[in-house]
């Protein structure tokens, strides 16, 4: 087996590559994905090696990407999109939500729409609103839509290709603030987890924390700072459909559990999963889920942000928290 030691970036721009060979009917389009090679270099090289007419520089404008896309897909592409920001998708919002999600069950599975739209998403960058947004709750309920996140190199390598094979269309996040963050990348696919799959990203037995995308990293870094506790951390990676054999089983062994997002807590992504464990886990559970993420408030002006987004201290406060009841 080939391993390689990348960026989170790099590993993505590696699989861009990757399924772009395989498959010549994979385009890349966006905003400044050509020259430029993208805000944050990932589609870097992409253009010149396959040409003008494969990745392509758009005009600023969402919809017309999304619904571009959309067309692409009915006539037999594979069309990778790059939403520059996490809040610029939703001048996309009506596209996404009202053709792509629903075209393939209002023609009762004739039609397929292989369309991957790719987010960097979340905080930590020292950007403002607009560019540090965390989007996943508007999509997850979406029925329709696949919604993954990855949340490491080898992750974003693997579940980019495994995404844009895949007939369904996929809302892609990308952890804005871990694309620097490098680690061994495994480049043979045949031993990567499908990209609906949950996977342990390291075991325990007290107390099982569930993150995905930038959160993921921040849980294990708490739980290597917890010398009294032995703190299991999933990595949910897929957010719908959800793996929920994965997280029950380790909720059911722990007895305890703590949700982590960057988003908003009211409302967010966590509160379904609280929600599924407490009805599916009641008579296991030792003491409430609970959940640690952002302030019901606009995302602040970057000189608050650690104040804004979950950290080590928060995410141990709800693990001691877990172990009072």
Not at 16 to 25: F, G, Q, V
Not at 120 to 148: K, N, Q, W
Not at 278 to 296: D, I, Q, W
Request: proline share 6%.
């Amino acid at each position: 087996m080939s391993t390689e030691t990348l960026s989170l970036s790099r590993a993505m721009n590696e699989g861009l590559r990757k399924a772009m060979e395989n498959d010549p009917k994979v385009v890349v389009m966006g905003e400044d994905v050509g020259k430029l090679g993208g805000v944050f270099r990932v589609t870097d090289g992409l253009q010149k090696d396959f040409g003008e007419a494969r990745v392509i520089d758009t005009p600023l404008a969402e919809s017309g990407i999304v619904g571009t896309a959309i067309g692409l897909a009915l006539r037999g592409y594979r069309p990778v999109c790059e939403i520059q920001f996490d809040g610029f998708v939703f001048p996309a919002f009506n596209q996404i939500t009202s053709q792509l999600a629903k075209m393939r069950m209002r023609s009762l599975g004739t039609l397929e729409l292989p369309v991957v739209i790719r987010i960097p998403f979340g905080g930590g960058i020292g950007a403002v609103e607009h560019h540090s947004e965390s989007p996943e709750a508007y999509f997850t309920h979406t029925g329709g839509l696949r919604v993954v996140a990855c949340s490491n190199p080898s992750d974003a390598y693997t579940m980019i290709q495994q995404a844009i094979t895949c007939p369904d269309p996929v809302i892609f996040f990308e952890p804005k603030r871990r694309y620097w963050d490098k680690a061994p990348v495994e480049l043979d696919l045949s031993a990567a987890a499908p990209f609906d799959r949950a996977v342990v990203a390291r075991e325990g037995s007290d107390v099982t924390l569930l993150a995905y995308g930038p959160m993921v990293k921040t849980c294990l870094e708490a739980a290597q700072a917890d010398d009294n506790r032995s703190i299991e951390v999933v990595d949910i990676r897929s957010l719908n459909p959800l793996d929920e054999s994965t997280v029950l089983e380790s909720v059911r062994r722990t007895g305890r559990c703590v949700v982590v997002h960057e988003a908003p807590v009211f409302g967010g992504y966590g509160a379904e999963l609280a929600a599924r464990i407490t009805e599916k886990c009641f008579y296991n559970l030792e003491s409430p889920v609970l959940r640690v993420g952002a302030a019901s408030t606009p995302y602040p002006p970057s000189r608050l942000e650690d104040h804004y987004l979950p950290d080590l201290d928060r995410v141990l406060d709800a693990v001691d928290r877990t172990f009072e009841w």
